[in-house]
C-alpha cells in the first residue's frame, strides 16, 4: 500500500525523483591538423526523461558550444562536429596540446568531464 501511494505520488510530481546522471566524452582520434573538423561523441546516461543544458569550452578559448538536449531515460547520444581554428602565429592558435571541457548541466546537478586534443599546424 505505501509502496503504491508513493508510486502514485512520484507520478503526479508531488515527490521529486533524484536524477541521476553519467557522462562520458569522446573524439574520433587524438590528433588534428590545423582547421580540421572534431568530431566529439557523448554519451549521456539518464535515470529519467529531463531537459538539459549541454556546455562546451575549450581549444584555447575559441570553441563555446551551448546546447539544450532532452535526454531520455538510460544512454543518450549527443554528435558535436567543430571546426578547429588555424594554427598560426597572427590569430590562431599554438600547435600542441589542448583542453575540452564538456558540462551537462540539469538544475543543480553539473557533470564535468575534459579531455584533451592535439593539434598539429
Same mark, same amino acid.
Given at each position: 500500500?505505501?509502496?503504491?501511494?508513493?508510486?502514485?505520488?512520484?507520478?503526479?510530481?508531488?515527490?521529486?525523483?533524484?536524477?541521476?546522471?553519467?557522462?562520458?566524452?569522446?573524439?574520433?582520434?587524438?590528433?588534428?591538423?590545423?582547421?580540421?573538423? /572534431?568530431?566529439?561523441?557523448?554519451?549521456?546516461?539518464?535515470?529519467?526523461?529531463? =531537459?538539459?543544458?549541454? $556546455?562546451?569550452?575549450? #581549444?584555447? !578559448?575559441?570553441?563555446?558550444?551551448?546546447?539544450?538536449?532532452?535526454?531520455?531515460?538510460?544512454?543518450?547520444?549527443?554528435?558535436?562536429?567543430?571546426? /578547429?581554428?588555424?594554427?598560426?602565429?597572427?590569430?590562431?592558435?599554438?600547435?600542441? =596540446?589542448?583542453?575540452? $571541457?564538456?558540462?551537462? #548541466?540539469? !538544475?543543480?546537478?553539473?557533470?564535468?568531464?575534459?579531455?584533451?586534443?592535439?593539434?598539429?599546424?
Amino acid at each position: 500500500m505505501k509502496r503504491a501511494l508513493l508510486m502514485t505520488l512520484l507520478l503526479m510530481g508531488c515527490i521529486q525523483q533524484d536524477i541521476v546522471l553519467d557522462m562520458n566524452v569522446s573524439a574520433d582520434k587524438e590528433v588534428y591538423r590545423s582547421a580540421e573538423t /572534431l568530431n566529439l561523441t557523448l554519451t549521456i546516461s539518464s535515470n529519467s526523461n529531463v =531537459n538539459a543544458t549541454v $556546455l562546451m569550452t575549450g #581549444i584555447s !578559448g575559441r570553441m563555446n558550444i551551448e546546447r539544450a538536449i532532452e535526454l531520455d531515460a538510460g544512454n543518450n547520444l549527443l554528435f558535436v562536429d567543430y571546426k /578547429l581554428p588555424s594554427c598560426n602565429v597572427c590569430g590562431g592558435i599554438r600547435p600542441g =596540446n589542448h583542453d575540452i $571541457l564538456t558540462k551537462v #548541466i540539469y !538544475g543543480n546537478v553539473t557533470l564535468n568531464k575534459t579531455i584533451a586534443v592535439e593539434i598539429q599546424q
